[in-house]
């Protein structure tokens, strides 16, 4: 009968090393992964809400513009920190009063939702030399966001609801 060699402690050590590598490596997809499920899922819970106020504003005939994606902060070359948003958007060139009404009903929309904590916003909050915003955070989610009306210039005033965050990996 001829006897096998028994592997030498260094050989041991080695596929314990090689594991060890192996299961970080595993573990890092997996919390990649994870967290890009779960980004995801917090910028579709803020579609729906906002795609909510994008219906109501319809149905009082205003019509806005909605977007949403990720961009790195150097786009040319895909590098730098990664930058996700969802954004609602109303622009007219008629009066600073409609854009603040706009504002405040989409405020209302949004209230009515009870998807947001915010402060509360009336027509008083505006007039037509003034910039005014207010940072939310939707309720079920923990993503920054913000509810706002500029006037860019004469003629040129914008309110829009919008929410974004750095994120790690592209999550769209």
């Known amino acids: 009968m001829q006897q096998v060699a028994k592997p030498k402690k260094g050989y041991k050590r080695l596929k314990i090393a090689g594991s060890l590598i192996l299961l970080l490596i595993a573990g890092f997809f997996?919390?990649?992964?994870?967290?890009?499920?779960i980004e995801r899922r917090k910028y579709d819970q803020a579609t729906v809400a906002i795609n909510k106020v994008a219906a109501d504003l319809r149905a009082q005939g205003i019509e806005?513009?909605?977007?949403?994606?990720?961009?790195?902060s150097n786009p040319e070359s895909s590098t730098g920190s990664l930058g996700?948003?969802?954004n609602l958007v109303y622009s007219s060139n008629q009066s600073a009063k409609e854009s603040a009404d706009v504002l405040v009903k989409m405020y209302t929309s949004l209230k009515s939702q009870k998807a947001i904590f915010a402060d509360n916003i009336n027509d008083k909050s505006f007039n037509s030399k003034n910039d005014f915003s207010v940072d939310f955070k939707f309720t079920s989610i923990n993503l920054s966001c913000n509810i706002s009306y500029s006037d860019h210039s004469q003629n040129d005033y914008s309110t829009g609801v919008y929410c974004g965050s750095l994120s790690r990996f592209p999550i769209y």
């Open 30 to 37: 997996v919390y990649k992964y994870s967290y890009i499920h």
């Open 64 to 72: 806005t513009t909605f977007s949403r994606g990720c961009q790195f």
């Open 84 to 86: 996700c948003s969802v």
